[in-house]
């Protein structure tokens, strides 16, 4: 048997968290077009006959000096330090920058730790597209294997993993075999439920957003969980656009996310109570981030 922890970084929306989702087959890391969706180190498993990849799923790497920037950039250089191997990925819809080149010479000085470079959304990139892609990476990681597909299509994945398994130790697995996640129980709802505010929010609203689930409740003998969570903003005005007028909006989140938290719980009956609150200025509450961002 083989076992690896593979952390996967690449700037925001180049889909990292499709990635992970498509190998693990279930919803792991929330999406949206939105850039840095994923705000913290998230892991999902995969297991088959071969072993198990422990994929760590990294903030888009983007380089900035604000502090929530800055720590987001912390999460995910702190997830490679303690990894069997690293996942590039890269979106070659978009042609190599400043943040692209800052990845790859990072990367570049790691030299314990075999970096594998994946070329993802095959399904919408040009044959000069890829070739532009393979030969930005060919020159600045020129020890790395190079592999194209398509999270979204599920297109190329079986070759990739492949490649991650030849680079995994052998070792016995980490996690029991029908694990998909680690991630607590709370975390799973509240970042469900932010994934719905983001998709249905306007477009100033994502980043100012985090969730937080305060109650949950099991009642055993009535096979019922009632979950209470709040969406936090940074100003009072935000607080309109979320619930909506006469409250649609703040109906359609729950409702959105109602449909994925109750695969959690198939077999009993959900009550969501979702609201939402003003935290101002909580992208420069260091405590708070300490909380958030882990």
Known sequence: MKCATVTIIGRPSAGKSTLV?????????ITARTPQTTRNAIKGIYTDSRGQLVFTDTPGYHT??????????????????????????????????????????????????????????????TEIQKETATSF?????????????SAQEDTGIDELLITLFSHAPESEPLYPEETFTDQPLEFRIAEIIREKAIRLSREELPHSIFVEVSDL????????????????????????MVVGKGGDN????????????????????????????????????SGLLDKLLT
């Open 21 to 29: 989702n498509t190998i693990c087959e279930a919803k792991v890391s």
């Open 64 to 125: 900035s000096d604000k502090q929530f920037n800055k720590r987001l950039q912390d999460v995910a250089l702190s997830a490679l330090e303690d990894s069997d191997i690293i996942l590039y990925v890269i979106d070659a819809s978009r042609q190599p920058g400043e943040e692209e080149e800052a990845i790859a010479g990072l990367l570049s000085k790691i030299t314990k730790t075999p970096v594998i470079c994946g070329i993802n959304k095959a399904d919408i990139l």
């Open 137 to 149: 990476l060919q020159k600045q990681l020129p020890a790395s294997p190079v592999l194209t597909f």
């Open 217 to 240: 409740e099991y009642n055993e003998e009535e096979s019922k969980v009632w979950v209470r969570a709040f969406i936090n903003v940074e100003r009072e005005s935000q607080k309109g």
């Open 250 to 285: 703040i109906k359609k989140i729950r409702k959105e996310s109602f449909k994925d938290i109750k695969k959690i719980f198939p077999d009993l009956q959900l009550t969501i109570d979702l609201r939402v609150k003003t935290q101002e200025k909580w992208r420069q509450d």
